[in-house]
């Protein structure tokens, strides 16, 4: 027979108390990945401070080595720094936060990562956390030694002062914790690795617990895109959800409180949607019961909306992917640089998401190991469950072997020389776990995934047969322009005569314009070089769109003469590892007669909206 409690042995828990004691939910579950996790929640809030004010990241990581595997881990930005008064709250209490409420896509949302990081070290070291703070309206920095109280949820602080610190604004957080120091898969360093491919705008100093530094340069100074913060869209609310909301609206009646309340939803819409659940739309939103709002939810569900808007989203962006990528990968000397590609906005449980994909492939890397696949969540590298994740399923899920990869029965992940980065990124993705360390299995989320990568892997068994074709175009164009001239040369010699100008017989018989790259190297420096070459009868006009593994070049060519050519260099030097090669793309004249460039597609980049059914 049961015993039943007393009643005095029932006791509240706070939330911290809760987290200290299973702090393995929030992914501090070994001494290895609760260091990894510590600087992760450190880099991510400083990239998303400063992404929301425009400023371009400087970023400092630097690992200090303590007796019995205790580690000092100290993260130091150039973000807008912190007010001082609510500094205790930010760091001393789980749970606060300012982007929870907010319907965007940040990378941190619920404010857990970093207090929970403090958390972890003050119950694994006794030490507390080390915090200083300056905002650029501010003459003086200020410096925080606190700890977290987890009876009460808030902030146990033991030092606010004042100091003089030599920055104009930022923040530096130092945590003291146990915790294991390890290098290759799932350490700290291919977090930051990963890290700066999809932040090429980031500079990063990393100090490692033996004092060796390794700077991450920044490739692009340009700030990254910030989303907007939007109201929840009408088909995504709960039953719940929208019974609270009555209760706490400042509008006065239901008809105002669903047109301003949720985005996309205009009077006339609101109208419709109360008439189908037979509410008056002039009632108290106070008064609205349980029956009432299930009437509401079905109204809802059955009238056609439009679909939220795509403001809450912040992408890498197609920039972003190929400079990172370039400058990161670019050691493995690939002999392909995919031009990224960005899916249609869809829309899961009323939310909209979209999924970014780029790839490198050939060169050094191993093809007899399996594609690597690195996995991005609203900008975060995922390192960990990736068996668990919607990534890795929607990959294996694709038969490899119709893409020319070789793959094991058609299922799992293939086997080749290439790394495939995957970005899904939305303001709710919804993970399999509070640690956000893998997306969980949508089937909506992994069609999607498929469709992208799809599309970028086609990129590749097209650059195959144009690099096949170009190899053709350049045995014809050495006919033409080499063998032609030798031939008429030797027949000069023959019969005593002078050499004839051969260009205009080498137009006749070629009657092709020739678009090539030849790359060049003299005194250490390396530069491309793009030809235009007008081998028919009459002056040519075209646009001709060169597409560079960093970046994008248009050019205008306008009465270009018969046997005339066109050239544009280009400075390889910047670039490290090795070079892929450019792509051309032209419009603007015949195709028929260009060899060497393709027609600027007519969906250049993928643009678009769509809604999936739920």
Request: negative net charge.
């Amino acid at each position: 027979m049961a015993v039943k409690p007393k009643k005095d042995e029932y006791k509240q828990v706070s939330v911290s108390e809760f987290f200290e004691k299973n702090r393995h939910i929030l992914g501090f579950d070994s001494a290895q990945k609760s260091l990894f996790m510590i600087v992760k929640e450190a880099v991510d809030n400083s990239l998303d401070a400063c992404e929301e004010r425009g400023i371009l990241p400087e970023i400092s990581v630097r690992i200090e080595r303590k007796p019995n595997d205790i580690f000092r881990i100290t993260v130091e930005d150039n973000g807008p720094g912190i007010e001082r008064t609510i500094v205790p709250r930010v760091f001393g209490q789980l749970l606060y936060g300012s982007r929870f409420h907010v319907l965007r896509q940040t990378r941190g949302q619920q404010g857990l990562g970093i207090t929970a990081s403090i958390l972890y070290g003050q119950s694994t070291s006794g030490e507390p956390c080390e915090i200083i703070t300056k905002r650029a309206q501010d003459e003086v920095a200020f410096h925080f030694i606190l700890g977290i109280d987890v009876r009460t949820n808030t902030a146990d602080l033991k030092v606010e002062e004042p100091v003089i610190w030599d920055r104009e604004s930022g923040t530096s957080i130092a945590i003291t914790a146990k915790g294991r120091y390890v290098t290759g898969k799932q350490s700290i360093m291919e977090y930051l690795k990963e890290v700066a491919v999809v932040n090429p705008n980031a500079r990063i100093h990393f100090t490692d617990p033996d004092g060796k530094s390794l700077v991450f340069e920044r490739s692009i100074e340009e700030p990254a895109k910030p989303s907007k913060a939007t109201k929840p869209h009408p088909y995504g609310i709960e039953l719940g959800e929208l019974l609270s909301l009555s209760q706490i609206t400042e509008s006065t009646t239901l008809l105002k409180m669903l047109s301003s309340e949720f985005s996309r939803l205009s009077d006339n819409s609101a109208s419709e949607i109360l008439a189908k659940a037979g509410i008056d739309p002039e009632m108290n939103p106070r008064d609205l019961a349980k029956d009432g709002a299930n009437a509401i939810m079905e109204a809802i569900a059955n009238t056609k909306l439009m679909p939220p808007t795509a403001e809450s989203l912040s992408p890498i962006s197609e920039q972003f992917i190929r400079l990172g990528m370039l400058s990161v990968y670019g050691e493995e000397r690939p002999s392909f640089f995919g031009k990224p590609v960005s899916g249609k906005v869809r829309i899961y449980k009323g939310n909209p998401f979209s999924v970014e994909v780029g790839m490198v492939y050939g060169g050094d890397l191993p093809s007899e190991q399996p594609v690597r696949i690195v996995r991005y969540a609203n900008k975060v590298p995922l390192l960990f469950q990736p068996g668990s994740c919607a990534i890795t399923q929607a990959v294996s899920d694709i038969d490899w072997r119709q893409l020319g990869f070789d793959q094991k029965q058609g299922k799992g992940v293939p086997y080749g020389p290439a790394i495939i980065l995957v970005h899904v990124h939305g303001p709710r993705i919804p993970y399999i776990s509070e640690s956000k360390e893998a997306i969980a299995p949508i089937e909506e989320i992994m069609d999607e995934i498929r469709n992208v990568i799809r599309i970028e892997v086609r990129q590749l068994r097209k650059f195959n047969s144009r690099a096949e074709r170009n190899k053709k175009i350049g045995e014809k164009f050495n006919l033409v322009s080499v063998v032609v001239p030798e031939i008429a040369k030797k027949s000069a010699e023959i019969l005593s005569m002078e050499i004839p100008d051969c260009k205009m017989v080498i137009s006749r018989i070629a009657n092709v314009v020739f678009v090539r790259e030849d790359i060049a190297g003299e005194n250490g420096r390396k530069t491309s070089r793009t030809s235009v070459v007008n081998y028919t009868m009459e002056n040519i006009s075209m646009n001709l769109k060169i597409v560079y593994p960093f970046g994008e070049k248009d050019l205008e060519i306008r009465d270009l003469p018969p046997s005339e050519s066109f050239t544009y260099d280009q400075d390889l030097d910047k670039i490290a590892g090795g070079y892929s090669g450019a792509e051309f793309y032209f419009t603007g004249i015949n195709p028929v007669y260009v060899q060497g460039a393709e027609e600027l597609p007519a969906d250049w980049g993928l643009k678009g909206v769509e809604t999936v059914e739920e």
